[in-house]
């Protein structure tokens, strides 16, 4: 017991060791006994075990955890899952405030030529669809099968992300005055949106079923989700199309449509982020998932996904355009392919070495790029919130 036991202190005052003292009054008094603390309140006396709290904080797990009927985040075990939380929560933006009246004068006059028109088109028949998929899919694949508090809330975040990009494209869609069937054909009947689509979501029905987490190939089947959610269509299938509609944004075309992608792609570098952490604390609590194996059919499954992303990429832009090469945007797939795998220790597959739109990287951290872009918010950071400390990693 410690010598503190008794020490008094002025009603008001902090005690010096909170865990060991007695009021001035004598009315109230704590003192630590082994794991336990007992406070005595006048008659009534609260025993607080810590070794339920350490057993609680043992039993959380990525998967297969402690299971409890609360999103109660304390004991916190996953530090960075909640990093990455308070910078989404940072990053906060809202569609509806982005003026998009330039965008419709630009839209409305042919200020664009058609293949530029086409590059916009595509970008809200593909976007629109696919931020529903990841949405739907991080919601009953993902959050549903986490078992730690702080992971879940995380994705929660990150499912409201996506219904703020969704919100986007429908304010792209109302502002430009745009066919919604035609937007809705795309998604249907242009194969390579198709096939993208359907390569992600195969496996996923199963998922969402409910399986035993507790074999091998179930714990494969989810970290390969994961993996197939986070690392290949967010992170790589997303950002081509991401950087033909900001390339058009730094020719000063649509630059209302530009300002949201900015924001969107930022918001989706804290999604592969997280879902390259959950992957990592998912593989070092249960190794028998890491098998040379299931490291080879992740290394095949993101190959596919890139053959499918070259496709989609050579129907939005057929041909080179002012400020676009085509084979850039190639390149870019495979580096951002390359980077996915290398980011969970995986062997890459393409070796590019640079990337050919370093600028796109720079965008998504705003603070870089104050005067890069004519729109009039670009900072659009929370108040009160604090610049990532280690920016690279959340790329
Ligand atoms: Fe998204
Ligand atoms: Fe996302």
Request: with cysteine.
């Amino acid at each position: 017991m410690s010598s503190a036991l008794l020490a008094t202190f002025e009603p008001d005052a902090t005690p010096a060791d909170p865990l060991n003292f007695t009021s001035a009054q004598g009315d109230v008094s704590a003192r630590e006994v082994g794991d336990v603390v007992v406070y005595q309140f006048r008659n009534k006396t609260f025993r607080l075990d810590k070794t339920k709290a350490r057993e609680r904080l043992a039993g959380k797990k990525v998967i297969n955890g402690h299971r409890s009927a609360e999103l109660n985040v304390l004991p916190l075990k996953y530090h960075e899952a909640y990093r990455i939380y308070k910078q989404m929560k940072a990053n906060h933006w809202e569609p509806d405030v982005i003026d998009m009246s330039k965008d419709a004068h630009q839209w409305n006059t042919n200020a664009l030529s058609a293949k530029e028109r086409w590059i916009i088109e595509m970008s809200i028949g593909y976007f629109s669809a696919a931020e529903g998929i990841v949405g739907d899919s991080v919601l009953h694949v993902i959050e549903d099968n986490l078992t730690a508090a702080e992971l879940k809330h995380a994705s929660l975040r990150h499912i409201a992300e996506e219904s703020i990009h969704m919100d986007s494209l429908l304010h792209i869609i109302g502002s430009l005055n745009i066919d919604l069937d035609e937007v809705t054909a795309k998604f249907q009947d242009i194969p390579s949106i198709f096939k993208k689509n359907a390569f992600i979501t195969k496996h996923m029905p199963a998922l969402k079923m409910g399986i035993d987490l507790t074999q091998t190939v179930n714990k494969q089947a989810f970290a390969k989700a994961l993996f197939a959610i986070t690392q290949v269509m967010e992170g790589t299938q997303f950002y081509a199309l991401f950087a033909m509609v900001l390339s058009l944004h730094r020719q000063n075309k649509m630059t209302g449509i530009g300002q949201m992608f900015q924001y969107t792609l930022r918001d989706e570098s804290n999604h592969i982020a997280l879902g390259r952490y959950i992957l990592t604390e998912l593989i070092n609590e249960n190794p028998d998932i890491w098998t040379n194996e299931f490291r080879l059919e992740l290394c095949e499954f993101m190959r596919e996904g890139v053959e499918l992303e070259k496709e989609f990429v050579s129907d939005c832009l057929p041909e080179d355009i002012v400020g676009m090469r085509q084979q850039e945007f190639l390149d870019f797939v495979e580096f951002n392919a390359d980077r996915r795998l290398q980011g969970l220790g995986l062997p890459t597959l393409y070796k590019v070495r640079n990337n050919p739109f370093q600028w796109l990287d720079e965008v998504i951290f705003l603070k870089k790029e104050k005067n890069f872009f004519e729109t009039r918010v670009t900072e659009y950071q929370t108040s009160g919130s604090v610049q990532n400390s280690n920016e690279e990693d959340l790329i």
